[in-house]
């Protein structure tokens, strides 16, 4: 079973950046697909960015430029960095994960999920 587990949410001014992190366990890294998603009040929780097996991260287009994605396989972590934030970027933020099928940024493709972390940002 995989267990995600996030931190690094906060408030923030426009403008601040903040880090996320989402530390797996349960079963190798190495093995696990993983990505951020993200959850504003009253809309449909939408992918953020995807880590890709064979290349760079994909990114939802609201976020290209000013969110990074990596994985650093030693620690088993994931991590979101966040910069030039903005406030439609206030939501819970979720790490997820899966065994099968990397890339996606659709909620469709992952079995595993955090209880998320919440980023606000003020203007």
């Known amino acids: 079973q995989v267990q995600l587990v996030e931190s690094g949410g906060g408030s923030v001014q426009a403008g601040g950046s903040l880090r996320l992190s989402c530390a797996a366990s349960g079963v190798p890294f190495s093995s696990l697909c993983v990505a951020w998603f993200r959850q504003a009040p009253g809309k449909e929780r939408e992918g953020v960015a995807a880590i890709q097996r064979y290349e760079g991260p994909t990114y939802a287009d609201s976020v290209k430029g000013r969110f990074t994605a990596s994985t650093d396989t030693a620690q088993s972590t994931l991590y979101l960095q966040m910069n030039a934030l903005k406030p439609e970027d206030t939501a819970i933020y979720y790490c997820?994960?899966?065994?099968?099928?990397?890339?996606?940024?659709?909620?469709?493709?992952?079995?595993?999920w955090g209880q998320g972390t919440q980023v606000t940002v003020s203007s």
């Open positions: 997820a994960a899966d065994q099968r099928r990397c890339g996606w940024l659709s909620t469709l493709y992952y079995d595993y």
